[in-house]
T-cell receptor
Framework: NAGVTQTPKFQVLKTGQSMTLQCAQD?????MSWYRQDPGMGLRLIHY???????DQGEVPNGYNVSRSTTEDFPLRLLSAAPSQTSVYFC????????????FGPGTRLTVT | AQKVTQAQTEISVVEKEDVTLDCVYE???????LFWYKQPPSGELVFLIR??????QNEISGRYSWNFQKSTSSFNFTITASQVVDSAVYFC???????????FGDGTTLTVKP
């Protein structure tokens, strides 16, 4: 099993550009989520999904869109990048929502200039 | 609303010392789950332990032990005889039992000096 994979590992965007961060898992997990990690802070939940076709907002959803068309994939779209979105982004998956531990991808380091 | 507080921002110890990382949580749910994760300098996040709200048994795993007390809403983590490889950021997290929304603390950076 590859576990949770994320691409790209690094990305530099200019303000106003859009892009999609890819996330995939091969463990047939129901639950997938996106977090951002800023220096000195914990992980903050952006969006999450409890199954294909179902998504919901987390703590900091503004400026981001998600979709879940398959169990395996959960892409995160930045609509119009802003410097405040400079962060490390982690995708995670879990067997079921809440009660099981999350498996995290390696992260994407995004810089918006 | 859920909240997780890790009051210790940074802790520095000398190898072989014992160290306890504090975690205090707030939730209105009766069913919830608590977790500890480790983030070493390489940046990945590694799961350490999970506890549900109905299981207050403390647990020991090698040099690691966890103390869950509902009466004080705390889920503390102790490393016995710390080693340099324990140097990392440690996160406490709280998850509800339904939608699965997780809240993380801001983390405690542990530095173990040789």
């Amino acid at each position: 099993n590859a576990g949770v994979t994320q691409t790209p590992k690094f990305q530099v965007l200019k303000t106003g550009q859009s892009m999609t961060l890819q996330c995939a898992q091969d463990m047939n997990h129901e639950y997938m989520s996106w977090y951002r990690q800023d220096p000195g802070m914990g992980l903050r939940l952006i969006h999450y999904s409890v199954g294909a076709g179902i998504t919901d907002q987390g703590e900091v959803p503004n400026g981001y869109n998600v979709s879940r068309s398959t169990t395996e994939d959960f892409p995160l779209r930045l609509l119009s990048a802003a410097p405040s979105q400079t962060s490390v982004y982690f995708c995670a998956s879990s067997y079921t929502p809440g009660s099981y531990e999350q498996y995290f991808g390696p992260g994407t380091r995004l810089t918006v200039t | 609303a859920q909240k997780v507080t890790q009051a210790q921002t940074e802790i520095s110890v000398v190898e072989k010392e014992d160290v306890t990382l504090d975690c205090v949580y707030e939730t209105r749910d009766t069913t919830y789950y608590l977790f500890w994760y480790k983030q070493p300098p390489s940046g990945e996040l590694v799961f350490l332990i999970r506890r549900n709200s109905f299981d207050e048994q403390n647990e020991i795993s090698g040099r690691y032990s966890w103390n869950f007390q509902k009466s004080t809403s705390s889920f503390n983590f102790t490393i016995t005889a710390s080693q340099v490889v324990d140097s990392a950021v440690y996160f406490c997290a709280l998850s509800d039992g339904n939608a699965g929304k997780s809240t993380f603390g801001d983390g405690t950076t542990l530095t173990v000096k040789p």
